[in-house]
């Protein structure tokens, strides 16, 4: 079964302090992963996706195959980063089956 | 920009009440999607639709049926809505057809049951 496990339900860390949040996934085919991030009374909203390979916001993340993972990382968390963060699976070429893990609460404390 | 909007922000119905969510996206994609999202267990889809008049199953879909009649419309019907249905439910829509697979959201409708 198509999977996305973010072990972390919540994860605080210190303002300029490095952040990683952590996915994984189990998928059978070619997956597309993607980062959403929903602000305190904003919309979910895209972060990034892996085919892009870009650095949004200072955030990066990158696909391993190998270990499965789709973690999402920054050098120096800022109290602005301070959201709900979700990693998300399609398959290639068809997007039209989403999963979703269960969320990470991200509290950057100042 | 993408604009998924949503036709209340805020909704209160009584127990066994029919309800309507409805969702409308203004850049003629093909999928529309409507998720839940509940503390703890992140979202959760209850329907898609890939085309007008087509509809797929999610993992949740019990209680719900949906309608889209047009491509830039998707509702959601809760046919008695009950206690266990209180949740934030979100519409969405993507374009596979234009290689976006990325899905744009919309704010979101509270739904409370009582």
């Known amino acids: 079964a198509q999977r996305v496990t973010q072990p972390e339900k919540l994860l605080s860390v210190f303002k300029g302090a490095p952040v990683e949040l952590k996915c994984n996934y189990s998928?059978?085919?070619?997956?597309?992963l993607f980062w959403y991030v929903q602000y305190s009374r904003q919309r979910l909203q895209l972060l990034l996706r892996?085919?892009s390979r870009e650095s949004i916001k200072g955030f990066t993340a990158d696909l391993n195959k190998g270990e499965t993972s789709f973690h999402l990382k920054k050098p120096f968390a800022q109290e602005e980063d301070s959201a709900m963060y979700y990693c998300?699976?399609?398959?290639?070429?068809?997007?039209?089956?989403?999963?979703f893990g269960t969320g990470t609460s991200l509290t950057v404390i100042p | 920009d993408v604009k998924v909007t949503q036709s209340s922000r805020y909704l209160v119905k009584r127990t066994g009440e029919k309800v309507f969510l409805e969702c409308v996206q203004d850049?003629?994609?093909?999928?529309m999607f409507w998720y839940r999202q509940d503390p703890g267990l992140g979202l959760r889809l209850i329907y898609f639709?890939?085309?007008?008049?087509?509809?797929e199953k999610g993992d949740i879909p019990e209680g719900y049926s949906v309608s889209r009649e047009k491509k830039e419309r998707f509702s959601l019907i809760l046919e008695s809505a009950s206690t266990n249905q209180t949740s934030m439910y979100l519409c969405?829509?993507?374009?596979?057809?234009?290689?976006?697979?990325?899905?744009?959201f919309g704010p979101g409708t509270r739904l409370t049951v009582t």
């Open positions: 850049m003629d994609h093909e999928n």
């Open positions: 969405a829509s993507s374009s596979p057809g234009q290689g976006k697979y990325e899905q744009y």
């Open positions: 998928y059978s085919g070619s997956p597309e």
């Open positions: 892996h085919i």
């Open positions: 998300a699976l399609t398959r290639a070429n068809t997007g039209n089956q989403f999963y």
């Open positions: 639709s890939y085309d007008v008049k087509m509809k």
